[in-house]
């Protein structure tokens, strides 16, 4: 599925993998996030997605005029989770915003799981 845009010079096309990754790279860039999770809850969400893989753990959902994503989240121990996913959808609606020139109607994120690492065990 994609998203048309109609310019003044013609339609442009938007695929949701294309809006998924944008999503996916941008909640990386945030503090306190560990990885993406499977969408799927019957995986065993504990697998994190290679980078190459961010869009798996977005779903794209297209409006009318706009569209609403939701991110699988895994977030680092220790971390305050409610600003940690403020600032992933603060971070995922300015970038998806400004480089598509789509309108974000709303983004829920969900936090699969809380990853310990090695530092914060001891």
Do not use: W
């Amino acid at each position: 599925m994609a998203q048309q845009i109609q310019s003044e010079y013609g339609k442009i096309s938007i695929r949701e993998e294309v809006i998924a990754k944008i999503a996916g790279v941008a909640a990386m860039e945030c503090y306190g996030l560990v990885g993406m999770a499977p969408r799927n809850v019957q995986e065993e969400l504990t697998d994190l997605l290679r980078r190459e893989n961010l869009e798996r753990g977005v779903d794209v959902k297209f409006n009318e005029d706009s569209i609403s994503i939701r991110l699988y989240i895994v977030v680092e121990y220790g971390v305050k989770i409610s600003e940690v996913a403020r600032n992933v959808q603060e971070r995922v609606r300015y970038h998806v915003e400004n480089m598509l020139g789509l309108t974000v109607d709303r983004i829920d994120v969900k936090v699969q799981s809380v990853r310990v690492t090695e530092v914060t065990r001891k």
